[in-house]
């Protein structure tokens, strides 16, 4: 993930964080989750000039991927206690 990715995940986390604070993402629908999250999508897809469904589909696939690498850290950091 390069910087200008990490950058536009932290701005839509940040504005989850503050809007849906106790959504859990996995079981909240995708168009619920696109209503909550509009402005901040909005306001990348006018500045990437992209289409909001696009904006939303990077953040889908940059979540993913950071997901991905925390798991992996903390098997490296955490493997052998966690019998890994």
Do not use: C, H, W
């Not at 619920?32 to 469904?53: G, N, T």
């Amino acid at each position: 993930m390069n910087a200008e990715d990490r950058e536009m995940l932290t701005r839509i986390m940040n504005y989850a964080d503050e809007v849906m604070p106790d959504i859990d993402p996995e079981k909240v629908r995708i168009s619920e989750q696109i209503d909550k999250l509009r402005p901040i999508l909005q306001q990348l897809a006018m500045e990437k000039k992209s289409s909001v469904e696009d904006i939303f589909i990077k953040y889908m696939d940059l979540a993913t991927e950071n997901a991905v690498e925390y798991e992996n850290k903390m098997k490296a950091d955490f493997g052998d206690i966690m019998g890994n």
